[in-house]
């Protein structure tokens, strides 16, 4: 599937990462995401605090939002994967959009802060400041919605994916989501 960008969003612990590869396997696609990147370039620096993380996810998404240029610019498709924030995200997607056929995909869950916890729980990358996180999380998966005039499909990720993960797959091929 060549030239098609697929933008996979939404807040942290809703599946994201997980949808993303599967729709990578299913496309044919590459799959770049933010914490990939993000937990490489920790790799030679001490670990810091909330705003070292910050000022690495900062970093990370340079290099996301450059790779993926190089990549739609060399005619090719590929999957973004992030937490892609509304007013930080948008202009650098929509430029990406502008170069190739895009769709966007928010997974959403109630079941996310309890989700993340669990998962900070079991530990992860010491780049994730994971209980500064929880501290901060408000509720409002708002910020993470992403509306950059491309078509847009809602997961629900609370019990499996709902469209069914073939109608999502449809989706990300055609830019609709296909009937039962």
């Not at 900070?120 to 509306?147: C, F, K, M, N, T």
């Amino acid at each position: 599937m060549s030239g098609r960008l697929v933008i996979v969003g939404g807040a942290p612990a809703t599946g994201k990462t997980t949808l993303a590869l599967a729709l990578g396997k299913s496309l044919g696609l590459p799959v770049l995401t933010k914490d990939d990147i993000k937990e490489s370039l920790a790799a030679p620096f001490k670990t810091g605090d909330r705003e070292w993380s910050r000022q690495l996810g900062a970093a990370a998404y340079s290099v996301l939002f450059t790779i993926a240029e190089r990549i739609l610019a060399g005619g090719q498709g590929l999957i973004l994967e992030s937490n892609f924030h509304r007013g930080i995200a948008d202009e650098p997607l929509r430029a990406l959009a502008a170069r190739a056929p895009t769709v966007v995909i928010v997974c959403r869950t109630p079941d996310a802060r309890r989700r993340f916890a669990e998962r900070a729980a079991r530990g992860r990358h010491r780049v994730h400041v994971d209980s500064a996180v929880l501290e901060e999380w408000s509720g409002d998966d708002s910020a993470h919605q992403i509306d950059i005039d491309t078509p847009l499909l809602l997961v629900d990720t609370t019990d499996g994916y709902a469209p069914e993960l073939e109608r999502i797959v449809g989706f990300a091929r055609s830019g609709t989501v296909p009937p039962r």
